[in-house]
């Protein structure tokens, strides 16, 4: 059987935690090294081979001593940058991280789960530039999710411009989401937590609980779903969300999938369709922390199942499609990071029915981010954080 390398990106957060990025690569029966990747030499620090069901591969250990790595973007030129939670984006050259971190990053309310989040390309990057953010923004009365859009300079953020922020403000410290995704028609989705009041997800004058819509300057689309609705907000495209922290443009039928934290339990995939309600808090198969009862209600006319949910929770973070010819066995599957039990999880689709799932690079950390590479690698990241 062959086996393929994973490039994993393992990220510490504290107290001297180490923290590492790997990856997976590939090599034929005959035991030849696997091609150098884009980004990264290819192994860097290959661990031992893992049999897997349907391929066996390994991890390769390319970066240690980052933070809380929240997203990853895969540059032209071997570039790649990487969002440290705590407020820093780190930089890889041609494989080697750089001392320096890049300046021009917007202030952060680094405070719990709010911090740097996401990092995405524009689909037309190479002509624009653009490189956008998600992030909780500070301001008077604590911080909100927002967005901006920069381009990058040398080591440097240039032409940096705010296009969206959530208000108003809280001093919570929880569920601020936050993925962005573009589709094929180039609409920028962003999501945001419930901020920890779980009754905002169903409320249409909030952000909270929502995946958003939006033009690549921030523009609100004429056709989303709300638009011109009394007590409802432009922007929204679906609500009933709790705390959505993985997001993918699926390349086989141009739809917004994503996967989102429940709370003790009822973790849930879903696919994003405009003006559709996901039923948290009414509908879920999670209960509270301390084993109490949400809601009685799995199941409630105008409010969407998931395609998939997790009890007990995995923790979701982060979520990439397979694509690549370098991990044949995987493609079409959708892979999820987990923080909770610290793997990465493969899940095998028919269409929009699971076939079934398989844990990756078990034991290996918290991960927080999935991301496949340009050049065919799947990367993660893990941390030790929150």
């Keep these: 059987m062959k086996y393929l390398p994973i490039l994993v990106v393992a990220l510490s957060l504290l107290f001297g935690t180490s923290a590492c990025v790997e990856a997976t690569r590939y090599t034929p029966d005959d035991q030849t090294p696997a091609p150098a990747g884009e980004y990264f030499t290819v192994p860097v620090d290959a661990g031992d081979v893992i049999e897997g069901e349907d391929m066996n591969y390994q991890l390769d250990k390319i970066a240690v001593g980052l933070g809380v790595v929240w997203g990853m973007a895969f540059l032209p030129d071997g570039i790649v940058l990487a969002t440290e939670?705590?407020?820093?984006?780190?930089?890889?050259?041609?494989?080697?991280?750089?001392?320096?971190?890049?300046?021009?990053?917007?202030?952060?309310?680094?405070?719990?789960?709010?911090?740097?989040?996401?990092?995405?390309?524009?689909?037309?990057?190479?002509?624009?530039?653009?490189?956008?953010?998600?992030?909780?923004?500070?301001?008077?009365?604590?911080?909100?999710?927002?967005?901006?859009?920069?381009?990058?300079?040398?080591?440097?953020?240039?032409?940096?411009?705010?296009?969206?922020?959530?208000?108003?403000?809280?001093?919570?410290?929880?569920?601020?989401?936050?993925?962005?995704?573009?589709?094929?028609?180039?609409?920028?989705?962003?999501?945001?937590?419930?901020?920890?009041?779980?009754?905002?997800?169903?409320?249409?004058?909030?952000?909270?609980?929502?995946?958003?819509?939006?033009h690549d300057d921030g523009r609100i689309p004429s056709d989303n779903p709300f638009v011109g609705q009394e007590n409802a907000l432009d922007e929204i495209f679906t609500y009933g969300n709790r705390n959505q922290q993985g997001m993918i443009l699926h390349p086989e039928t141009g739809e917004i999938w994503s996967h989102e934290h429940g709370p003790r339990g009822g973790d849930e995939i879903n696919i994003m369709r405009a003006g559709l309600n996901y039923g948290w808090p009414v509908i879920t198969y999670g209960v509270n922390y301390n084993g109490s009862i949400i809601s009685e209600d799995t199941h409630r006319d105008g409010m969407e199942q998931p395609v998939l949910h997790w009890t007990p929770s995995i923790a979701p973070s982060g979520m990439a499609y397979v694509s690549s010819d370098r991990y044949p066995a995987w493609k079409g599957d959708i892979l999820s990071g987990s923080l909770s039990f610290q793997f990465v999880n493969r899940t095998v689709f028919d269409g929009e029915t699971v076939v079934k799932e398989e844990r990756l690079a078990e034991a290996v950390g918290r991960v927080r981010d999935v991301r496949q590479a340009p050049d065919g690698f799947i990367y993660f990241s893990t941390d030790s954080g929150r």
């Design 85 to 214: 939670r705590a407020g820093d984006i780190r930089v890889f050259r041609k494989g080697e991280l750089q001392n320096e971190p890049l300046g021009g990053v917007p202030d952060v309310y680094a405070n719990g789960q709010g911090g740097l989040l996401d990092i995405v390309l524009h689909p037309d990057y190479e002509n624009n530039g653009w490189i956008y953010l998600s992030y909780s923004k500070p301001g008077d009365g604590g911080a909100h999710t927002a967005v901006m859009r920069a381009k990058l300079d040398g080591n440097s953020l240039t032409d940096q411009e705010v296009i969206f922020s959530a208000t108003p403000n809280t001093t919570r410290n929880q569920h601020f989401g936050s993925r962005i995704a573009f589709d094929n028609d180039g609409y920028l989705y962003l999501t945001i937590g419930d901020r920890g009041v779980m009754n905002l997800a169903q409320d249409l004058t909030s952000y909270a609980g929502k995946t958003l819509r939006l």
